[in-house]
T-cell receptor, first 116, second 114 residues
């Protein structure tokens, strides 16, 4: 089955700096890659996603890049702020369920800390 | 106010007891999912349901059971057969139509088995 590796497991940056989180996946059939942000004690929230027919997607301070050949994708956060501190998960969708819905395989998460 | 609710937020049970976690959504989504989250690990899929009265096992279904009698409800039972049930359990839902749809997550239930 699909395997998603995520690095680093922890990341500490100064406010205003950029943060980059990287993920690799194993199944070349995967073609949907969402990123989730999880705050302490809460459920994950989707922050951005990308499909395999697109190499890059940007939404304000957040961007995701995808390299299908190398099977890796990255999350970029610019001008980090203290409220960006959370755990970030990448995921890859390896197949569609018949009838709809996605089977997501998640990375192990990155604890991002933005220091003042 | 649409969303997914899970109850209770914290749950304590004695070893050997079955326990049922509630998940309700008012988003009119067809697909619903249950994930387990352990410290330092990603989310792992336990069960999923694409439509009422139908559900399938995910990657770690052993020791768990579900039902989907209503579109808005997808309860998860953690049975005594689950060897290590202490974890954070997350329920999610998506529209479930063709294409790639965002999965919306509930706030989670933290289960501790004593």
């Amino acid at each position: 089955g699909e395997n998603v590796e995520q690095h680093p497991s922890t990341l500490s940056v100064q406010e205003g700096d950029s943060a980059v989180i990287k993920c690799t996946y194993s199944d070349s059939a995967s073609n949907y890659f969402p990123w989730y942000k999880q705050e302490l004690g809460k459920g994950p929230q989707l922050i951005i996603d990308i499909r395999s027919n697109v190499g890059e997607k940007k939404d304000q301070r957040i961007a995701v890049t995808l390299n299908k050949t190398a099977k890796h994708f990255s999350l970029h956060i610019t001008e980090t702020q203290p409220e960006d501190s959370a755990v970030y998960f990448c995921a890859a969708s390896m197949r569609m369920f018949t009838g709809g819905g996605n089977k997501l395989t998640f990375g192990t998460g990155t604890q991002l800390k933005v220091e003042l | 106010d649409g969303g997914i609710t899970q109850s209770p937020k914290y749950l304590f049970r004695k070893e050997g007891q079955n326990v049922t976690l509630s998940c309700e959504q008012n988003l009119n989504h067809d697909a619903m999912y249950w994930y387990r989250q352990d410290p330092g690990q990603g989310l792992r899929l336990i069960y999923y349901s694409q439509i009422v009265n139908d559900f399938q096992k995910g990657d770690i279904a052993e020791g768990y059971s579900v039902s989907r009698e209503k579109k808005e409800s997808f309860p998860l039972t953690v049975t005594s057969a689950q060897k290590n049930p202490t974890a954070f359990y997350l329920c999610a839902s998506s529209i479930g139509t063709s294409g790639y749809n965002e999965q919306f997550f509930g706030p989670g239930t933290r289960l501790t088995v004593l």
